[in-house]
């Protein structure tokens, strides 16, 4: 990773008075819903991540979203990739990427993307099955094997992954180390994913300390292994991620503190969250009373199948917040996404000010997991996605155009 050619301007996008003045200055009607996606913010995140995690390489998850702007941007900056099938490869191949850029991190591939990753020199790929084991020894036997154990947060936003993945630390890990040197596999690394947005720091000293006795293990029956990923799950908050990388920094430097491991991560939200906002408008207001006290339904012009998709795995979103200045009383309310779906139900009894036909509705840190699950469910568009810029970088000069005015038109 370099940073050299990197420079941050620390304004970012005041959004609630670009959208102001979309509205005032050039009568924009905001019919449709769409993204703002500050780049700079990725930048941003990338400083942080250097600062802060100096000894992780960040290999961002593409599931995550799929903005061609941010990948290229991501890309520029020389962090490495965590691809999870061969169109996510192929994606970011074209863009100049090399195989020493990128692992595989899906612990089942297809055979065609197998095949894709042998002739391609895609070497490093995650497994943690028998089945897997065989079907890569059979495919791409040169394949740089990273064996994911599971270990799962208590507390993240999106829990589970550790049900589908990765094997159990104790007794399988070693089994499939054994089997994998028996079948002449090279087992490179440990890998594992907490869950995404971890809350409980805790989980990762212990997957680090977990990973350490396999590497030794692994070192005893004479695999030397090299690599440890630790995965995603960071949080952008500042002050989450500070915390939860005093807690990685120290469990690195007890259990791995030579630099003969390499150790690498595998964000996602990390660096896509804060640089999307999307903006909705209110289409309907229904008011009820309840033992004389008005509530209010809304209905706003982004729903469940689209922007807010990943509320159907369980995640609370934070507060949408009014671009108009409303006075200070605030209301029990629910708000409905613009589908037919009754499922279609984004808020319930939350309590916003009294809000009217064609107010506008922002929600920040939007950039994970949302453009990349949204549908046409019910025929509705796909959010438009408006990038802003304000970061100068060798490499992106011709994309400093995105400036205010680009958002604004
Ligand atoms: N790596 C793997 C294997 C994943 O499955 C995921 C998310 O599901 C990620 C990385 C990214 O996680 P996050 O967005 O929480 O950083």
Redesign the pocket.
């Known amino acids: 990773m370099s940073d050299k050619s990197v420079t941050y301007y620390k304004d970012s996008l005041d959004i609630p008075d670009t959208v102001r003045t979309m509205q005032t200055v050039h009568g924009h009607n905001f019919e449709e819903p769409f993204y703002i996606c500050d780049l700079s913010e990725i930048v941003n995140k990338f400083i942080m991540w250097k600062r802060i995690l100096p000894r992780i390489i960040p290999y961002y998850?593409v599931?995550?979203n799929t903005y061609a702007p941010l990948l290229t941007m991501l890309a520029e900056l020389g962090i490495g990739f965590?691809c999870?099938s061969g169109n996510e490869i192929v994606k970011i191949q074209a863009l100049g990427v090399l195989p020493n850029r990128i692992v595989f991190?899906?612990p089942v591939k297809r055979t065609s993307e197998l095949l894709y990753a042998r002739k391609h020199g895609i070497k490093r790929m995650?497994f943690d099955n028998e089945c897997e084991l065989h079907r890569v020894k059979k495919l791409f036997p040169d394949a740089e094997l990273i064996l994911r154990i599971r270990c799962d947060a208590k507390k993240a936003w999106?829990r589970g992954?550790g049900e589908k993945?990765g094997c159990d630390p104790k007794i399988e890990a070693f089994e499939l180390i054994q089997s994998a040197l028996s079948l002449n596999m090279k087992v490179i690394g440990i890998s594992f994913?907490v869950g995404?947005?971890c809350l409980d720091y805790g989980t990762y000293f212990k997957a680090i300390a977990t990973a350490r006795k396999i590497f030794d293990l692994s070192e005893k029956i004479g695999n030397r292994m090299t690599l440890l990923d630790i995965?995603?799950?960071?949080i952008s908050d500042v002050q989450a991620f500070s915390e939860v990388a005093k807690v990685i920094n120290q469990a690195l430097s007890t259990f791995f503190p030579s630099n003969d491991v390499t150790v690498i991560a595998?964000?996602?939200?990390?660096f896509a969250s804060a640089a999307f906002t999307l903006v909705t408008k209110v289409i309907n207001v229904k008011e009820a009373r309840n033992n004389g006290k008005p509530s209010f339904a809304y209905t706003i012009n982004c729903g469940i199948h689209a922007g807010f998709r990943y509320l159907l795995f369980g995640r609370k979103l934070t507060r949408p917040e009014v671009i108009r200045e409303t006075n200070e009383e605030k209301y029990k309310c629910t708000i409905w996404g613009p589908t037919c779906d009754p499922a279609d139900k984004l808020y319930e009894d939350i309590r916003l000010p009294k809000l009217q036909v064609d107010d506008v509705l922002i929600f920040r840190n939007f950039g994970?997991?949302s453009t990349v699950l949204a549908t046409n469910f019910n025929g509705f568009e796909m959010a438009e996605i408006k990038p802003y810029l304000n970061v100068k970088h060798e490499n992106l000069n011709q994309q400093t155009e995105w400036d205010r005015q680009t958002i604004i038109q």
């Open positions: 998850a599931k995550c965590d999870a991190a899906n995650t999106f992954l993945y994913h995404s947005g995965g995603g799950g960071f595998e964000p996602g939200r990390y994970a997991y």
